[in-house]
T-cell receptor, first 113, second 111 residues
């Protein structure tokens, strides 16, 4: 499989649940990103991993916890979320410098009830 | 503060009616400007990268141009399948690869 794959595509969770989003890339990239996309708002950068090291945490609440075990896999662990966290969560990958842009996954549509 | 603003927010065209989308930016040390297309329920799909003022790139009915303050995405004789949200993003002088996105322009092309 090529490209950037995100699972699950859809997720409904209660505010007390714990769940994880998974992202996998087979492009040989060494940087990976989590973005949040809400209606009528620009994509919001959440986390950046470069060469498996977290290089940016864009003031994201601690109820979101990223994990990057290797350069091909990225996780976003979720716990005690709020309804306003409902959004499309997009994973992307690039070469570490990002000069050729990102390749995005199809996203996980998250609904918090 | 680095910022990207796209206009209009929404655009409706008849098939064959050419138009342009605008992306204005303020950034410290532009490393690249990117255009993406996003269909409903999908992730953004890469279209173009522009690196310096005066640069132009074309793909089918789309042409992207860049000045020191803004970029345009020109759509010539659009077809219904060009309907999508078009996103503009800039990469600033940092070396983390971070992209800053505009809010997008949603284009609807009617047959």
């Amino acid at each position: 499989e090529t490209g950037v794959t995100q699972t699950p595509r859809h997720l409904v969770m209660g505010m007390t649940n714990k769940k994880s989003l998974k992202c996998e890339q087979h492009l040989g990239h060494n940087a990976m990103y989590w973005y949040k996309q809400s209606a009528k708002k620009p994509l919001e950068l959440m986390f950046v991993y470069s060469l498996e090291e977290r290089v940016e945490n864009n003031s994201v609440p601690s109820r979101f916890s990223p994990e990057c075990p290797n350069s091909s896999h990225l996780f976003l662990h979720l716990h005690t979320l709020q309804p306003e966290d409902s959004a499309l969560y997009l994973c992307a990958s690039s070469q570490a410098t990002g000069g050729n842009g990102y390749t995005f996954g199809s996203g996980t549509r998250l609904t918090v009830v | 503060e680095d910022q990207v603003t796209q206009s209009p927010e929404a655009l409706r065209l008849q098939e064959g009616e050419s138009s342009s989308l605008n992306c204005s930016y303020t950034v410290s040390g532009l490393r690249g400007l990117f255009w993406y297309r996003q269909d409903p329920g999908k992730g953004p799909e890469f279209l173009f990268t522009l690196y310096s003022a005066g640069e132009e790139k074309e793909k089918e009915r789309l042409k992207a141009t860049l000045t020191k303050k803004e970029s345009f995405l020109h759509i010539t004789a659009p077809k219904p399948e060009d309907s999508a949200t078009y996103l503009c993003a800039v990469q600033a002088g940092s070396n983390t690869g971070k992209l800053i996105f505009g809010q997008g322009t949603t284009l609807q092309v009617k047959p």
